[in-house]
């Protein structure tokens, strides 16, 4: 089964990498860029029994490992079983 985590900084964490790439974007004429976040993306191939198992899952992997839930916030989704 196919599926992916999001994460992102949460909106009351400052994201220096989101804010240079919008002060770049300003800078060579995307003057209508008001900010940028920058997150990862987590591609998880893995064996389950059914969506709800794999989100469970999910949950769990992204709550123990793949977020700091302290400054990040995540999602995640099945793309196909």
């Not at 992204?62 to 839930?69: D, G, H, S, V």
């Amino acid at each position: 089964m196919k599926t992916r985590v999001t994460v992102f900084y949460k909106d009351s964490v400052f994201d220096p990498q989101g804010n240079t790439l919008a002060n770049s974007l300003r800078r060579v004429g995307f003057t209508k860029v008001k900010g940028v976040r920058v997150g990862k993306v987590i591609d998880v191939e893995m064996d389950a029994e059914n969506k709800d198992e794999a989100k469970r899952d999910l949950q769990k992997m992204c709550e123990q490992l793949l977020a700091n839930p302290v400054i990040e916030s995540f999602k995640y989704e099945v793309l196909e079983s």
